[in-house]
T-cell receptor, first 113, second 119 residues
Framework: KNQVEQSPQSLIILEGKNCTLQCNYTVSPFSNLRWYKQDTGRGPVSLTIMTFSENTKSNGRYTATLDADTKQSSLHITASQLSDSASYICVVSGKAAGNKLTFGGGTRVLVKP | GAGVSQSPSNKVTEKGKDVELRCDPISGHTALYWYRQSLGQGLEFLIYFQGNSAPDKSGLPSDRFSAERTGGSVSTLTIQRTQQEDSAVYLC?????????????????FGPGTRLTVL
């Protein structure tokens, strides 16, 4: 069964600090991996999309890494801001028909002043 | 341009009633998806529409759930005889195209969701 596991479940950091979120997946065959940010009461918004050939991709202060061999990804947030408080969801797309996505349970990040 | 919109934003209903949730995808997007997000849980795939093809209904949890997409644009998710366990946020997403291979790279844009509460 395709699974996406994220850790930690929740995280509290001080404003200005860095943090790293982890994602392990078993989806195979693999097409691409996405990180989404979901603010409370909103739909998820895409941060990065990576195919198996990409090792790293940045979007401002967000940097995602991918190791397709070990089926692991990380999302690094640099110099966190209060607006970074949200849930971060790792989503993996397999090559099966229909572009069906497998969602991780998310990591809830709280940035405190 | 406008993003994906959903209505209503909140819906409170009594157990046993039917509800209809609406999704307006981004204009020109041929693929449309419905997901369910229960409290503290990850998103759960429900159904996928791609153009005029038969929808992928493999994620629908029971025959009380159905969805249609008229004219390749607006979609309606219907839940009949609602149960308390149906309480969740129902999210709709659209993308330029779905499918396999290169098209599976297409980003899905999500709506704000409809929060359904079944009393």
């Amino acid at each position: 069964k395709n699974q996406v596991e994220q850790s930690p479940q929740s995280l509290i950091i001080l404003e200005g600090k860095n943090c790293t979120l982890q994602c392990n997946y078993t989806v195979s065959p693999f097409s691409n991996l996405r990180w989404y940010k979901q603010d409370t009461g909103r739909g998820p918004v895409s941060l990065t999309i990576m195919t198996f050939s990409e090792n790293t991709k940045s979007n401002g202060r967000y940097t995602a890494t991918l190791d397709a061999d070990t089926k692991q990804s990380s999302l690094h947030i640099t110099a966190s801001q209060l607006s970074d408080s949200a849930s971060y969801i790792c989503v993996v797309s397999g090559k099966a028909a229909g572009n069906k996505l497998t969602f991780g349970g998310g990591t809830r990040v709280l940035v405190k002043p | 341009g406008a993003g994906v919109s959903q209505s209503p934003s909140n819906k409170v209903t009594e157990k046993g009633k039917d509800v209809e949730l609406r999704c307006d995808p981004i204009s020109g997007h041929t693929a449309l998806y419905w997901y369910r997000q229960s409290l503290g849980q990850g998103l759960e795939f429900l159904i996928y529409f791609q153009g005029n093809s038969a929808p992928d209904k493999s994620g629908l949890p029971s025959d009380r759930f159905s969805a249609e997409r008229t004219g390749g644009s607006v979609s309606t998710l219907t839940i009949q005889r609602t149960q308390q366990e149906d309480s969740a946020v129902y999210l709709c997403a659209s993308s330029l195209s779905g499918g396999q291979g290169a098209f599976s790279y297409n980003e899905q844009f999500f709506g704000p969701g409809t929060r359904l509460t079944v009393l």
